[in-house]
């Protein structure tokens, strides 16, 4: 069974920076899709950023470009999210997502191409 445990969450003022965990076990694929997902009060839920494990590629939402960067350590079977610059409106949970295999049903960015979810961890920016 994968499981995905975020960690690295917490408060920082506006321009400050963060970065974090997304700890994966229970697979053993070579190629997968994982992501950072978040949602704020109210609002749905929205990705983030992506990568693809077979090539590296990454993907951005285009609020976050040039201040959030998605990367992966395979050794250690994680993914971080770098997150400078941060700012109020950056405020909510994060979600780490992955998807098996060397394909997705749709765009990187949407929720349903994803099989394992984690349970999150709250990012707080304060102005």
């Known amino acids: 069974q994968v499981q995905l445990v975020e960690s690295g969450g917490g408060s920082v003022q506006a321009r400050g920076s963060l970065r974090l965990s997304c700890a994966a076990s229970g697979y053993g694929h070579r190629s997968y899709y994982m992501a950072w997902f978040r949602q704020a009060p109210g609002k749905e839920r929205e990705g983030v950023a992506g990568?693809?494990?077979?090539?590296?590629?990454?993907f951005y939402a285009n609020d976050v470009k040039g201040r959030f960067t998605i990367s992966q350590d395979n050794s250690k079977n994680t993914l971080y999210l770098q997150m400078n610059s941060l700012k109020p409106e950056d405020n909510a949970m994060y979600y780490c997502a992955a998807k098996l295999g060397t394909g997705l049903a749709g765009p990187w960015n949407l929720q349903k191409v994803y099989d394992y979810w984690g349970q999150g961890t709250q990012v707080t920016v304060s102005s």
């Open positions: 990568i693809y494990s077979g090539t590296g590629t990454t």
